[in-house]
Structure formats: structure tokens, C-alpha cells
């Protein structure tokens, strides 16, 4: 009888491992532009960049989770890594009903904004981490593909705005991660710190954009029917 139990439960962690395995390959390879002139229809562009966007939070997400195991030793760690995020001074919605008082076209140029200010310290965490001690593949690798697929994530959203709302364009806030100057030339365990910080932060607004553009396609989309 035990073994028949673990037997299905094996099987279910195979078919749920297969299934995000297929889903990952599935946006790596999804093209957010059908073509060069990007005539792909706005509906279909909207759930081509929803994927993305949930795509690119699960790897942060899975980044921030192998840091943690890796690094964080206890609460004391914790308390001492933990800093505003370069990005909270950006007033963003807190919830659905504030999102609702934001015109559709100010809020893409926040996501924008938002996915734009994560080129650097991006660049910053893959040349980073390779310097630190015992940096797991797991992780570099993690950055390096959010790298790539924040740029097929920014072409989509430029596209969705270009669609949407063309005299928009060029409206984004320009946002500099001042943290970043603080990771060069300190010790190990403040490294790890201020890493331990920008993952979170990067984590944190990559969850605020995931949810944004899921509301943005609900209201712009399916005119709030969902």
C-alpha cells in the first residue's frame, strides 16, 4: 500500500517537473513580435508578456531562494541585509483598487520604468557573483537568463504601448540603483549582504510588474470581464 502511495506521488512530482520544464521552453522560445513590424494582434501580445513577466518572477524568485539557502545563516543576517529598495521612492499601487485610479498608460510606463531600472543591477549581480565565495551555477545561470528575457520583456511592453497608446511613448521615469557602487571593494559578508538585498528588491518589483500587467490585460483586454 506505501509503496502504491509513493509510487503516485512520484509520479505527480515527475508530471508537475515536466510540465514546468515544458513551460519554461515554451517562453524561451515564444517570440513577443510574430514579425519585425510586431503586427501581432494586442490580446495575444498582452498573454505573450504575462507569461514572460511570470516567467522572469520565478526565476528571481528561484534566485532568491538558493541565496537564501546558500548564505543565510540566521535573523541577525536578515535584520542586517535588509534596505529600502532603490525603487521605492517610485509611488506604485499597493493593491487592485489603487491600480484602478492609475490611467492605463501611466502605469505601463511604471512597469516600464520598473524593468528598465533592472539592466544594471543585473549586470552587477552576474559579475558579482562570480567573485564571491562558493557562488552556486544555479544562481549565476538564474541572472544570466533574467538578463536575456528582460529584454524580450521590455520590447514587449514598448510594443503594447505603441499598440495601446502611441502618444504615451517616452513617458517612463529613469531610475538609477544607487546601492550598486557599495558592492565594490568590501568584504565578503557585506557582498552578501548587499546582494542578499538587491535579489530581494529585484524579486520584490518583479512581483509588483507580474501582477500590474495581469490587471493591465484584465482592464485593457477583457474591458475588467475576468
Not at 510586431?38 to 526565476?59: A, G, K, N, W
Not at 501611466?106 to 562570480?130: A, K
Not at 510594443?159 to 502618444?167: G, H, L
Request: proline share 5%; net charge negative.
Amino acid at each position: 500500500m506505501n509503496s502504491q502511495v509513493s509510487a503516485r506521488k512520484a509520479g505527480t512530482l515527475l508530471l508537475l517537473m515536466m510540465s514546468n520544464l515544458l513551460f519554461c521552453q515554451n517562453v524561451q522560445t515564444l517570440p513577443v513580435c510574430s514579425g519585425g513590424d510586431c503586427q501581432t494582434p494586442l490580446p495575444e501580445l498582452f498573454d505573450r508578456v504575462v507569461m514572460l513577466s511570470h516567467y522572469i518572477h520565478t526565476l528571481y524568485t528561484d534566485m532568491f531562494i538558493e541565496f537564501d539557502k546558500q548564505y543565510v545563516q540566521d535573523r541577525e543576517f536578515i535584520a542586517k541585509a535588509i534596505n529600502d529598495c532603490p525603487t521605492s521612492s517610485l509611488a506604485t499601487p499597493e493593491d487592485k483598487e489603487q491600480a484602478q485610479k492609475v490611467p492605463p498608460e501611466v502605469l505601463l510606463n511604471l512597469i516600464l520604468s520598473l524593468v528598465h531600472s533592472w539592466n544594471d543591477p543585473l549586470f552587477q549581480l552576474i559579475t558579482g557573483l562570480g567573485g564571491i565565495h562558493e557562488a552556486p551555477d544555479a544562481i549565476i545561470s538564474r541572472a544570466k537568463e533574467i538578463e536575456e528575457q528582460n529584454k524580450r520583456l521590455l520590447e514587449g511592453i514598448e510594443k503594447i504601448i505603441s499598440q495601446a497608446y502611441p502618444e504615451a511613448k517616452g513617458n517612463e521615469i529613469y531610475l538609477v540603483w544607487s546601492q550598486l557602487p557599495s558592492l565594490q571593494g568590501v568584504d565578503e559578508e557585506s557582498k552578501d549582504l548587499a546582494f542578499y538585498n538587491n535579489i530581494r528588491c529585484l524579486r520584490r518589483d518583479s512581483h509588483k510588474v507580474d501582477n500590474y500587467l495581469k490587471f493591465l490585460r484584465c482592464q485593457i483586454v477583457h474591458k475588467n470581464n475576468c
